[in-house]
DNA sequence: GCCAACGTTGGC
DNA sequence: GCCAACGTTGGC
C-alpha cells in the first residue's frame, strides 16, 4: 500500500501543497477545530526596522479613527490562515510582546473579514514582498476595533506558571499556543483557555 | 524531498 | 544585547 499520507494536524505552515479546495473527495472533513477567539501580537515600544518605527500598542489602536486598524504586515504562513478564518464580531486579546513585561493586555474584535494586505505590494514597505501577485496575493489582512482594557494586565510571567501548573493537572491553559506555538503572531484561542483567563481579570494578583 | 544554513521572533 | 526556537530557503 502506498506510504501514509502524512496526517497534517493543522500546521498550515509553508504553502507547500497547492491547496486541496475542489480536488478531495470527502469534501466536508474539516478535522481542524473551529476557533472562534484569538490572541494578536503587537509591539508597544518603539523598535526602528528598515527606518520605520514598529511601535503600535494598544493605546496605538485607541487612538485610530473609530478605534479601527487593519492588521497589516503578517508575513507568517500560518498566522495568514488563522487571520482568514476570523469572523465578524469575533473577540482576541490584544498581547504586548517583545517589551519590558509582555502580556495581555485588552481586547479587540474583528470587525472586517480577510482581505488582501495592501502593504506587500508596496516596494517601499518593509513588508513588500516581490512574489506576491496583485491577482492572486499572498498576504491578508483583517480589521479590528478596540474593545476594551482588562481590569488588570495580566503578564506572560503569570499565564507561565498557570501553563505548567495545568500540564500536570490537566487545566484549561495546558496547551496555550502562547508556549507551544510561541513565535506565532495570531494566535487561537479555545473557549475553555477564553474564559479562563477572562476569570483571571478578576483575581487580583 | 532532505537537511544545513540562514533569518526572524520575542523572552529574558 | 544575547540567543533558543523554529520557520524558510536553496543546494543537492
Known amino acids: 500500500m502506498p506510504p501514509k499520507k502524512r496526517q497534517r494536524k493543522e500546521k498550515g505552515s509553508a504553502e507547500p501543497a497547492p491547496k486541496r479546495t475542489k480536488t478531495s473527495k470527502s469534501t466536508g472533513t474539516e478535522d481542524q477545530p ?11 515600544e518603539s523598535r526602528i526596522e528598515g527606518g ?6 494598544i493605546e496605538d489602536l485607541k487612538k485610530e479613527e473609530n478605534q479601527i486598524s487593519c492588521w497589516d504586515g503578517v ?9 482568514k478564518q476570523m469572523k465578524i464580531g469575533q473577540l482576541a ?3 504586548h510582546s517583545n517589551c519590558k513585561v509582555p502580556g495581555i493586555v485588552g481586547i479587540i474584535k474583528i470587525v472586517k473579514e480577510s482581505y488582501p494586505d495592501h502593504t506587500q505590494f508596496d516596494k517601499k514597505d518593509i513588508h513588500y514582498d516581490p512574489k506576491s501577485k496583485k491577482d492572486d496575493p499572498r498576504w491578508h489582512m483583517v480589521d479590528v476595533q478596540f474593545v476594551r482594557m482588562l481590569k488588570r494586565y495580566i503578564p506572560l510571567s503569570e499565564l507561565k506558571e498557570i501553563h505548567h501548573k495545568h500540564k500536570d493537572s490537566g487545566g ?13 503572531s495570531v494566535q487561537p484561542i479555545t473557549k475553555e483557555e477564553w474564559d479562563f483567563i477572562m476569570s483571571l481579570e478578576n483575581k487580583k494578583q
Do not use: I
Open 52 to 57: 520605520v518605527d514598529v511601535k503600535f500598542g
Open 93 to 95: 486579546f490584544f498581547y
Open 172 to 184: 484549561p491553559l495546558k496547551s496555550l499556543a502562547l508556549f507551544t506555538r510561541a513565535r506565532l
Open 75 to 83: 508575513r507568517n504562513y500560518q498566522a495568514r490562515n488563522f487571520m
Open 34 to 44: 473551529v476557533y472562534t477567539h484569538w490572541l494578536m501580537k503587537s509591539e508597544p
